[in-house]
């Protein structure tokens, strides 16, 4: 696999498991790991492995337990322990004695043929020689299982039976749809079983199964087909298995471990060199432990939507962690991910805490001193994008790439060609978002605490001078009268050259929509008094904002919003068009529009382009490994939406648009909203032959009865076919479709 995807191109597709033949005949073996709890130090372990081939096959099986490896790095760091120790005590049995812990226990039942099976020991250690040609600080390495196992070295493990990593080593031999069960258990003295298995063990297990079968079964909504419930269970299912611990230092990082070699000289003038006061040292949600085993911060933010309903605790929890001053960078930045903490990601946690504080209680019955907490320090985070992302101060925000990676004609976060600056549409509008997110936010607080009325007022009024300057400095803003559209405008040489492409840069403008009841500013007269005199004085800002215009509007609201209605109608022709946006699966990430016509300009004697990709990226622009120029992204479907959504509270059946463009049937945008978000969840259900799109081509998941309702939740997916790309486990942001299916059956 490595060789043929070297020797790939980036027109051809990536070269993956299944394209080779390891699966023909079904010649491999399935195994299902599965863990309950006994109690809260008790941790039972069920291995069940199958033949799904059709001649009987060996298989060797090392269930391993081992101490994470912090004693290499000398006592410098914060929980400086001792080594641990695993001891072997007796046949299928190990003590395992660490500092931090109580005396545990990790126990192995007999094999399936009866027997006792073999441990074995090694250290957690880096195999320094094989790796970096120097002495091992240690006889016995991590890979010493391997050596043992497939290369006969007895010499690899420790024949002493201790260390900081144990195996137990299962041998067997299955028939063709034979199965085998495996059973182990780790658990603290203090809380130790009697017995260890036996019928109370599977007794257990079938304890926990019915009630993760319980817990499950409570999400569903009337309506749900099997179907339906399965995407659901498995979406909510991977959200809570990409857990993960996480632990950075970046003053560590700099400096070196104290008893290993100093690091090069040039580590302290790379990535992540501003970040010293970063220590990361938790259980976060991260994007994909297989690919991405590391947070990111506005994938988090949309991780945070789908477990408000799983576990709203730590939805919460996980938001003000990184608020936290050992997270959030003392300028007020949020940390972007470890690859540099530094990048711009789009502004969404304040987004994610208004609606995880909505999602995670009733009226009257929400957590306000959570509300508050992540209020407080969002707006230090605010702050910082007003200073450094506005460079002229005239609330035209730049950000570079935001998140969508290779969208632009070139790489938005470096130096752009021929010295310009880029005034962005989805920055700005991100900031507008912004700042209606924190409009809400403020008022909700407002109600219990005056004190942020002024917060409220505040926010108001810079949403109102951004979508000023969205739609009018310099005559037109950003907005591109004669197309319809919101583009980037590059400023070079004192002239102004529009990027022309239709993609989500464009589109992100319709999300900054925010609507004002009445009630709630008869409640708040203090910020309703400073809304209308700002309104009345300052109506050379005001006139481009729907707020008391529009007889269409429904009694009692307000809108606040970047497009007027008219201009939303313009932008939404090529959102609902099939020949430009609206594919059978979502929103694509840019116009179709653009395969027959690329976006071209010439910028400093080089030229650049862009031109529609349904699939994988043809450049490595950002790594070439993900592509904004023709996929389908949930997260910016989400809010599309949510967006669509409150538009149509506001207008009602007052506001119809053809849908799709040019089909003549006109309904109405809450109509259109659902539409969309029907083609979303298609992504995930099975056809009549049994085929998911997001599967694309891979006959095994449509028709082999062990692999056909196994649901994979991919990065991104093909803007044509529906075929999932990228990371294939991505149950952070994906899992969003859940929250979209459960929407549709209200």
């Given at each position: 696999?490595?060789e043929?995807?070297?020797?790939?191109?980036?027109g051809?597709?990536?070269?993956?498991?299944q394209?080779?033949?390891?699966?023909?005949?079904?010649?491999?073996?399935?195994?299902?790991?599965e863990?309950?709890k006994?109690?809260p130090?008790?941790?039972?372990?069920?291995?069940?492995?199958?033949?799904?081939?059709?001649?009987?096959?060996?298989?060797?099986?090392?269930?391993?337990?081992?101490?994470?490896?912090?004693?290499?790095?000398?006592?410098r760091?914060?929980?400086?322990?001792p080594?641990?120790?695993?001891?072997?005590?007796?046949s299928?049995?190990?003590?395992c004695?660490?500092?931090?812990?109580?005396?545990?226990?990790?126990a192995?039942d007999?094999?399936p043929?009866g027997?006792?099976?073999?441990m074995?020991?090694?250290?957690?250690?880096?195999?320094?020689?094989?790796?970096f040609g120097?002495?091992?600080a240690?006889p016995?390495?991590k890979d010493?299982?391997?050596?043992?196992?497939v290369?006969?070295?007895?010499?690899a493990v420790?024949?002493e039976?201790?260390?900081?990593?144990?195996?137990?080593?299962?041998t067997?031999?299955?028939?063709?749809?034979?199965?085998?069960?495996?059973r182990?258990?780790?658990?603290?003295?203090d809380?130790?079983?009697?017995?260890?298995?036996?019928k109370?063990?599977?007794?257990?297990?079938?304890?926990?199964v019915d009630?993760?079968?319980?817990?499950?079964?409570?999400?569903?909504?009337?309506g749900?087909s099997?179907?339906?419930?399965?995407i659901?269970r498995?979406?909510?299912?991977?959200?809570?298995?990409?857990?993960?611990?996480?632990h950075?230092?970046?003053?560590?990082?700099?400096?070196?471990?104290?008893?290993?070699?100093?690091p090069?000289?040039e580590?302290?003038?790379?990535?992540?060199?501003d970040?010293r006061?970063?220590?990361?040292?938790?259980?976060?949600s991260?994007?994909?432990?297989w690919?991405?085993?590391?947070?990111a911060?506005?994938?988090?933010?949309?991780?945070?939507?789908?477990?408000?309903r799983?576990?709203?605790q730590?939805?919460?929890?996980?938001?003000?962690?990184?608020l936290r001053?050992?997270?959030?960078?003392p300028?007020?930045?949020?940390?972007?991910?470890e690859?540099?903490?530094?990048?711009?990601?789009?502004?969404?946690?304040a987004?994610?805490?208004w609606r995880?504080?909505?999602?995670?209680g009733?009226?009257?019955?929400r957590?306000?001193?959570f509300?508050?907490?992540?209020?407080?320090?969002?707006?230090?985070?605010?702050?910082?994008w007003v200073?450094?992302?506005?460079?002229?101060?005239?609330?035209?925000f730049?950000?570079?790439?935001?998140?969508?990676?290779?969208?632009?004609?070139?790489?938005?976060?470096?130096?752009?060609?021929?010295g310009?600056s880029?005034e962005q549409?989805?920055?700005?509008a991100?900031?507008?978002?912004?700042c209606?997110?924190?409009?809400?936010?403020?008022?909700?607080?407002?109600?219990?605490?005056?004190?942020?009325?002024?917060?409220?007022?505040?926010?108001?009024?810079?949403?109102?001078?951004?979508?000023d300057?969205?739609?009018s400095?310099g005559?037109?803003?950003?907005?591109?009268e004669?197309?319809?559209?919101?583009?980037d405008?590059?400023?070079?040489?004192?002239s102004?050259?529009p990027m022309?492409?239709?993609?989500?840069?464009?589109?992100?403008?319709?999300?900054?929509?925010?609507?004002?009841?009445?009630?709630?500013l008869?409640?708040?007269?203090?910020f309703?008094?400073?809304?209308?005199?700002f309104?009345?004085?300052?109506?050379d800002?005001?006139?481009?904002?729907?707020?008391?215009?529009?007889r269409e509007?429904?009694?009692?609201?307000?809108?606040?919003?970047?497009?007027?209605r008219e201009?939303?109608?313009?932008?939404?022709?090529y959102?609902?068009?099939?020949?430009?946006?609206?594919s059978p699966?979502?929103?694509?990430?840019?116009?179709?529009?653009?395969?027959?016509?690329?976006?071209?300009?010439?910028?400093?004697?080089?030229d650049?382009?862009?031109g529609?990709?349904?699939?994988?990226?043809d450049?490595?622009?950002?790594g070439?490994?993900?592509?904004w120029?023709?996929?389908?992204?949930?997260?910016?479907?989400?809010?599309?939406?949510e967006?669509l959504e409150?538009?149509?509270?506001f207008?009602?059946?007052?506001?119809?648009?053809?849908?799709?463009?040019?089909s003549?049937?006109?309904?109405n945008?809450?109509?259109?909203a659902?539409?969309?978000?029907?083609?979303l969840?298609d992504?995930?259900?099975?056809?009549?032959?049994?085929r998911?799109?997001s599967h694309?081509?891979q006959?095994?998941?449509?028709?082999?009865?062990?692999?056909?309702d196994?649901?994979?939740?991919?990065?991104?997916?093909?803007?044509?076919?529906?075929?999932?790309?990228?990371?294939?486990?991505?149950?952070?942001w994906?899992?969003?479709?859940?929250?979209?299916?459960?929407?549709?059956?209200?």
């Open positions: 696999m490595v043929e995807n070297r020797r790939r191109g980036f051809d597709r990536e070269y993956e498991l394209d080779t033949d390891v699966f023909d005949e079904n010649r491999y073996f399935d195994v299902f790991a863990y309950a006994g109690s130090n008790d941790i039972l372990a069920r291995i069940t492995v199958v033949n799904r081939g059709p001649e009987a096959a060996p298989l060797h099986v090392l269930p391993t337990l081992w101490c994470r490896n912090t004693w290499s790095w000398g006592c760091h914060e929980g400086c322990t080594k641990p120790r695993i001891q072997h005590r007796r299928g049995r190990a003590a004695d660490h500092p931090q812990l109580p005396l545990f226990q990790f192995a007999s094999g043929d027997g006792v099976p073999e074995l020991y090694t250290d957690n250690e880096t195999n320094a020689e094989a790796l120097t002495a091992n240690s016995f390495v010493g299982f391997h050596e043992y196992v290369h006969g070295k007895t010499g420790n024949l039976r201790f260390g900081t990593k144990t195996a137990v080593h299962y067997m031999r299955l028939q063709p749809g034979e199965s085998a069960t495996l182990l258990r780790l658990f603290s003295m809380e130790a079983p009697r017995p260890v298995f036996g109370s063990f599977d007794a257990m297990f079938a304890k926990r009630e993760a079968d319980a817990f499950y079964a409570g999400f569903a909504k009337p749900m099997a179907e339906e419930r399965a659901q498995q979406g909510y299912a991977g959200l809570l298995w990409s857990k993960q611990f996480y950075y230092s970046v003053n560590d990082w700099l400096e070196g471990d104290p008893e290993v070699a100093a090069p000289d580590r302290l003038q790379g990535r992540n060199r970040w006061h970063l220590f990361n040292r938790d259980v976060i991260v994007p994909d432990k690919e991405y085993p590391w947070y911060a506005w994938d988090l933010a949309f991780h945070m939507i789908p477990f408000a799983v576990d709203g730590f939805a919460r929890d996980q938001l003000i962690l990184l001053e050992w997270y959030m960078h300028n007020g930045q949020l940390p972007a991910y690859f540099n903490f530094g990048d711009v990601n789009p502004p969404v946690h987004w994610a805490c995880v504080y909505k999602l995670t009733r009226r009257g019955q957590d306000r001193l509300l508050a907490r992540a209020f407080q320090k969002l707006l230090l985070n605010f702050t910082w200073n450094r992302k506005d460079p002229q101060g005239n609330n035209l730049s950000g570079g790439f935001l998140g969508l990676d290779n969208i632009g004609a070139f790489d938005r976060s470096k130096p752009l060609p021929g310009g880029m549409a989805d920055g700005t991100w900031m507008a978002f912004y209606s997110t924190m409009l809400a936010m403020a008022l909700e607080l407002a109600e219990e605490d005056p004190a942020y009325d002024g917060v409220a007022s505040k926010s108001f009024e810079h949403f109102v001078a951004i979508t300057a969205m739609n400095l005559g037109t803003g950003l907005w591109d004669s197309d319809g559209f919101y583009y405008q590059l400023s070079i040489g004192g102004i050259v022309k492409v239709r993609s989500l840069v464009g589109l992100i403008p319709l999300l900054a929509v925010e609507i004002l009841q009445d009630a709630t008869r409640r708040l007269p203090g309703t008094k400073r809304m209308n005199w309104l009345e004085h300052r109506r800002l005001a006139q481009h904002i729907a707020y008391f215009e529009g509007r429904r009694p009692g609201m307000h809108l606040l919003a970047i497009p007027s201009r939303l109608v313009r932008v939404l022709r959102v609902l068009d099939e020949s430009e946006f609206l699966f979502g929103i694509r990430s840019l116009s179709k529009a653009h395969a027959e016509a690329p976006f071209r300009v010439a910028i400093g004697g080089a650049y382009s862009v529609y990709l349904p699939g994988e990226s450049s490595g622009l950002f070439g490994n993900s592509n120029r023709g996929p389908v992204w949930l997260p910016i479907n989400f809010l599309l939406l967006a409150k538009y149509h509270h207008y009602g059946d007052s506001l119809k648009v053809e849908y799709p463009t040019g003549g049937h006109a309904v945008l809450g109509e259109v659902r539409a969309i978000g029907n083609r969840v992504l995930f259900r099975a056809d009549a032959s049994g998911r799109p694309g081509s006959a095994c998941f449509a028709r082999d009865p062990h692999w056909k196994l649901v994979l939740f991919h990065e991104y997916f093909n803007g044509d076919t529906g075929e999932g790309l990228g990371a294939s486990h991505q149950t952070g994906t899992a969003l479709v859940v929250k979209v299916l459960e929407d549709l059956k209200k």
